[in-house]
């Protein structure tokens, strides 16, 4: 996991082996997000705003279970 710049998410960590992203939200809720590619994990770190782009193309496409 590590640290993000965003209003709602504060740390982020990706399971390449696995297809997995890891979310851990401001409120220190964590979540797993299945079938997340390495490609999807660098686009999210690299987007303008990181919430935006998780919302649009992570959590409303993959599965997740809370932890």
Request: zero cysteines.
């Amino acid at each position: 996991m590590v640290p993000v710049a965003s209003s709602s998410l504060s740390a982020v960590g990706h399971d390449a082996a696995a297809n997995e992203l890891h979310v851990e939200f401001k409120t220190g809720v964590r979540y797993v997000y299945s079938g997340v590619s390495a490609e999807k994990h660098a686009a999210l770190i690299a987007a303008d705003s990181i919430g935006k782009h998780f919302t649009s193309n992570i959590r409303q496409l993959h599965p997740a279970r809370k932890l």
